[in-house]
Every structure is written in structure tokens, then in C-alpha cells.
Nanobody, 117 residues
């Protein structure tokens, strides 16, 4: 089993920045590709960013390209999401997840991000 715990969410003004962290424990963290997802009330959960096991490969949803950066530290068993130029539409619960055989199997409990106008 892999346990994931998100942190770093909070309230920020539009145009501001937040850095989300996801701490992993239980299994070999560096073996997993990781993703950040978000879900707003009444909306489907959607992928925000993803990163390969080595950190060399990243991808982003069109809505966050140029503003968000995903990274990982396999020594510390951490994955991060740096969020800049935040917009009110970024308001959501943000989740980290681990990819297992093409499926995001392991999920954290989420951290709330609220962006005020």
C-alpha cells in the first residue's frame, strides 16, 4: 500500500501563489508516476498535472499551462504542485495520486484551495 497526504492548500487572492505538497509513504515512491487532480463542487474530478517516475516527463491540463509546475523529490518521497497566477476558477479540492499499471490507484484525502477575486 501507498499512503499519500496532501498539504499546502489555503486561501489566496487572485494572482497569488501556493505550493501544494504530497507526502508518500508505505511503498517505493520512486516507482510511481504521479498526478495532481482537482475537483470543484458539482464538477468532475480532472487531471491538473502529471509527472513520470524520474521527474523528467511532465504534462499539464491546458487550463494551467504556464501557471502550474509539477515536480518531485524521490529522496524525500514528495511531489509538489507550484501554482502561480491563481484564478478564482482554480478553486477546488486538490488531490495527489499514484499511477499503477495505467490506473491512478492510490489517492490522498485532498487539500482545499480557495482563490478569492
Amino acid at each position: 500500500q501507498l499512503q499519500l497526504v496532501e498539504s499546502g492548500g489555503g486561501l489566496v487572492q487572485a494572482g497569488g501563489s501556493l505550493r501544494l505538497s504530497c507526502a508518500a509513504s508505505g511503498r517505493t515512491f520512486s516507482s510511481y508516476a504521479m498526478g495532481w487532480f482537482r475537483q470543484a463542487p458539482g464538477k468532475e474530478r480532472t487531471v491538473v498535472a502529471a509527472i513520470g517516475w524520474s521527474g523528467d516527463s511532465t504534462s499539464y491540463a491546458d487550463s494551467v499551462k504556464g501557471r502550474f509546475t509539477i515536480s518531485r523529490d524521490n529522496i524525500k518521497n514528495m511531489v509538489y504542485l507550484q501554482m502561480n497566477s491563481l484564478k478564482p476558477e482554480d478553486t477546488a479540492v486538490y488531490y495527489c495520486a499514484a499511477l499503477v499499471r495505467s490506473v491512478y490507484k492510490y489517492w490522498g484525502q485532498g487539500t482545499q484551495v480557495t482563490v478569492s477575486s
